[in-house]
């Protein structure tokens, strides 16, 4: 059984989905809607900040493997050495599972929190703060990133001063950032919404308990 702030009461399975909305008071109005409306915005930027950094930590991780095989492996360059390719694979992928640790356990935890502190309505803000700013920003940086990557193949054709050019020497700090934009922080956003909204669902029935107390 629905009852209304004004009184007014519903049987529950005679309830629709705009009487659950004002039930819960899911409206623009409501400071808990706003509020999470914020967070799921801000969410997405953290989200793609965290994964930024985890692929620069890993690169530079790669990189110092990279020259020590140089280093310790002689022939490498004239083709008589063999490099060590299973332990750059191995850095890539506990990079990659170390890394993506604190964004998931984000992922899962802020829905969690969100529906016991600010009940039904604040875990409805979160959800359309997330896929809104998250569409935005993963379509932001897929173009983006594929737009810097494309620009650095350009002049690499002997455009704009060819390589070895200032032109060049700049596309490729853009194809720098492009890559994990295009490649890493855009898709993976596709992921912090769905799993958002899915951890929302297996907890409603607690954060509705909660909110009813």
Known sequence: MLVFANGDTLNTSEANFADFMNYYQVTLMNPKVIVGIFIGSMMAFLFCGLTM???GRAAQEMVEEVRRQFREIVGIMDGSGTPDYARCVEISTKSAQREM???????IAIPIAVGLILGVSGVMGLLAGGLGSGFVLAVFMANAGGAWDNAKK???????GGKGSDVHNASVVGDTVGDPFKDTSGPSLNILIKLMSMVSIVMAGLTVSWSLL
Request: net charge negative; charged share 5%; proline share 6%.
């Open 154 to 160: 350009y002049v690499e054709m002997g455009n704009l």
């Open 101 to 107: 640790m604190l964004p998931s356990l984000l992922a």
């Open 53 to 55: 950094n985890a692929v």
